[in-house]
């Protein structure tokens, strides 16, 4: 939550300021180079290919939204290292999310129901409030990094199997335009960028 409070304040700065393109894309730059400092050191190679990203980028707001989806990450990567802060509730929601990752029905409402045996609202808040981020994010968030994952590993050929895998059953067209949205490349990019580094390495 304070990170998302700490991006809001920068954002707003810079928007206020109203800075000419490239001046706002230094900011920008800055802003993120931050946020690369806290990624594990094995993604800085991952993150470091952002920057030309933000470079090329021709909007301030795919900008903000590139480098919210970035610091989520951060966030998402540091959650399992805070898991003894969470509620034996936010525990078994997480846990159902990853047992459940491929399935299309997955929602708060069906864990907080079948699973759980508790109201969807007060499940929906708590969960927001250990998080700091609500549940169709995270599972979101969740959702892009196993596909990640698997595009960087070379397991997937065909983007409709690992749509399917990620719980995108068969639309494999609303899964990319997410994929895209969150890391800045379309699948086919992402898995090509990754078996560049890879022979790079």
Known sequence: ARAGELLDEAFSAIGQSKPVPEIAKTYCLGLYVCLMRCCDEDKVNTYIQGIAFIRNAVS???????????????????????????SSLVKGTLRIIDENIANE???????????????????????????????????MQKRMEVAKKQLAAG???????????????????????????????SPLEYREMAKMSFQNS
């Open 60 to 86: 301030f707001f795919r900008i903000e939204e590139f480098i919210r989806s970035r610091a989520m990450e951060i966030v998402y990567q540091r959650a399992p290292a805070n898991m003894n802060k969470y």
């Open 105 to 139: 029905a997955l929602s708060l409402r069906w864990i907080a129901r079948e699973n759980l045996f508790t109201n969807v609202d007060y499940l929906g808040k708590i969960f927001k409030r250990e998080t700091g981020i609500n549940f169709s994010q995270y599972v």
């Open 155 to 185: 397991k997937i050929d065909k983007i409709y199997e690992l749509a399917a895998q990620v719980g995108y059953g068969v639309n494999a067209q609303y899964f990319s335009q997410v994929f895209k949205r969150y890391t800045g490349f």
